[in-house]
């Protein structure tokens, strides 16, 4: 089955500098990939995604990269803000097998310092 | 994001005792996930359901965990005789109004005393 690796697992940068969090998974099956932010006791909230027919997503200050034949894909957040502090899972499915099971990442713990 | 309901929010139970986590995804959507997220970890696939059918159950606990969707009425996730391992955050998902983005409700907090 899938099996999906993050890294890291905590990162603090300062406050207008970017970060980037990091995924790899192992089924070259998958083919949909997204991003879930989730503030302290709060429910995990969908960001980004990307499919696997494009390379790049970009959304205002977020983007993610996709690299299908090194079976990895980025979070790129840019001029960060103390807001955007919060765990984040990216995540990796077939979704051409019909059962949209997720199989989540471990977790980035992202500290922006004001 | 209001549509997908769970319930109780927050439930504290004693060891031995049985819980009920309830799920009332959007109207017309037939599916539901349930994960676990232990404290300071990961979301953990549980099973997925569709109305009245497990489709997938291979993350749950072979014992004292099972899972419903009834025609009628919420997705359940009961946890008999709790442990105090069993406590973590449960949140249902479905399909939300984009792709094949997942939308979470706002989660179930057990805490088993």
């Known amino acids: 089955g899938e099996n999906v690796e993050q890294h890291p697992s905590t990162l603090s940068v300062q406050e207008g500098d970017s970060a980037v969090i990091k995924c790899t998974y192992s089924?070259?099956?998958?083919?949909?990939f997204p991003w879930y932010k989730q503030e302290l006791g709060k429910r995990p909230q969908l960001i980004i995604d990307?499919?696997?027919?494009?390379g790049e997503k970009k959304d205002q200050r977020i983007a993610v990269t996709l690299n299908k034949t090194a079976k990895h894909f980025s979070l790129h957040i840019t001029e960060t803000q103390p807001e955007d502090s919060a765990v984040y899972f990216c995540?990796?499915?077939?979704?051409?097998?019909?059962?949209?099971?997720?199989?989540f990442g471990t977790g980035t713990r992202l500290k922006v310092l004001a | 994001n209001a549509g997908v309901m769970q319930n109780p929010r927050h439930l504290v139970r004693r060891r031995g005792q049985e819980a009920r986590l309830r799920c009332s995804p959007m109207?017309?959507?037939?599916?539901v996930y349930w994960y676990r997220q232990l404290p300071e970890e990961g979301l953990k696939f549980m099973v997925y359901?569709?109305?009245?059918?497990?489709?997938?159950e291979s993350g749950m606990p072979k014992e004292r965990f099972s899972a419903e969707f009834p025609k009628e009425g919420p997705s359940i996730l009961r946890i008999q005789q709790v442990v105090r391992g069993d406590s973590a955050a449960y949140f249902c998902?479905?399909?939300?109004?984009?792709?094949?983005?997942?939308?979470f409700g706002s989660g179930t907090r057990l805490t088993v005393v």
């Open positions: 998902a479905t399909f939300g109004d984009t792709n094949y983005g997942y939308t």
């Open positions: 089924d070259s099956a998958s083919n949909y």
């Open positions: 990307i499919r696997s027919n494009v």
């Open positions: 995540a990796a499915i077939d979704a051409t097998s019909g059962t949209y099971k997720y199989i």
């Open positions: 359901l569709q109305k009245e059918n497990i489709i997938d």
């Open positions: 109207k017309g959507h037939s599916h």
